[in-house]
T-cell receptor, first 114, second 114 residues
Framework: AQSVTQPDIHITVSEGASLELRCNYS??????LFWYVQSPGQGLQLLLK??????LVQGIKGFEAEFKRSQSSFNLRKPSVHWSDAAEYFC????????????FGKGTRLSVIA | DGGITQSPKYLFRKEGQNVTLSCEQN?????MYWYRQDPGQGLRLIYY???????QKGDIAEGYSVSREKKESFPLTVTSAQKNPTAFYLC?????????????FGPGTRLTVT
């Protein structure tokens, strides 16, 4: 069965600094990969997705992620963090067959300090 | 204005009572999902439905029930058999975009049982 690991429970970065959130997946074939963001008390918003093609994908709010098959990773990056980026971030993996539920990691909480 | 609505935002119930959480979507999505979110646990799948009048158990279905009589609606009932029902509940729906099924989330309902 597929699984997702987000090794960092909580990360704190300074405003303006770069950010990288880690995500590792376990799945036998090439998966669909997603990053979502959740503000406190809100639903999840899709940031970006990967299925095939260019391994560096661009998303909303200035985020990007890179798929590395050899490392089974799909890390999320942002060159310069803004205070409004403080939220919880979830990585998810989907099967490449049919409309089946995504499997989510446990999330990484991002705090941004001045 | 298309989207997923969940009502109410906050719900309070006494222990031993059943409670139904509403989820409606006007996106014409075929599949709908219910997740439960607890601090540090990520999202856990309760039930999902790929088509009307059909649904499948997720990882933590015990103590919950659902129905899917209409494409637009996927209500979740939290029964008195659910041992620890206090949580944040998220509804989602999905549609195929290219070859990827993207999930979109509602704003969530916070249920407190005392």
């Amino acid at each position: 069965a597929q699984s997702v690991t987000q090794p960092d429970i909580h990360i704190t970065v300074s405003e303006g600094a770069s950010l990288e959130l880690r995500c590792n997946y376990s799945y036998g074939a090439t998966p669909y990969l997603f990053w979502y963001v959740q503000s406190p008390g809100q639903g999840l918003q899709l940031l970006l997705k990967y299925f095939s093609g260019d391994t560096l994908v661009q998303g909303i709010k200035g985020f990007e992620a890179e798929f590395k098959r050899s490392q089974s990773s799909f890390n999320l990056r942002k060159p310069s963090v803004h205070w409004s980026d403080a939220a919880e971030y979830f990585c998810a993996v989907g099967l490449n067959s049919g409309n089946t539920p995504l499997v989510f990691g446990k999330g990484t909480r991002l705090s941004v300090i001045a | 204005d298309g989207g997923i609505t969940q009502s109410p935002k906050y719900l309070f119930r006494k222990e031993g009572q059943n409670v139904t959480l509403s989820c409606e979507q006007n996106l014409n999505h075929d599949a709908m999902y219910w997740y439960r979110q607890d601090p540090g646990q990520g999202l856990r799948l309760i039930y999902y439905s790929q088509i009307v009048n059909d649904f499948q158990k997720g990882d933590i279905a015990e103590g919950y029930s659902v129905s899917r009589e209409k494409k637009e609606s996927f209500p979740l009932t939290v029964t008195s058999a659910q041992k620890n029902p206090t949580a944040f509940y998220l509804c989602a729906s999905s549609i195929e975009v290219g070859r990827i099924y993207e999930q979109y989330f509602g704003p969530g309902t916070r249920l407190t049982v005392t």
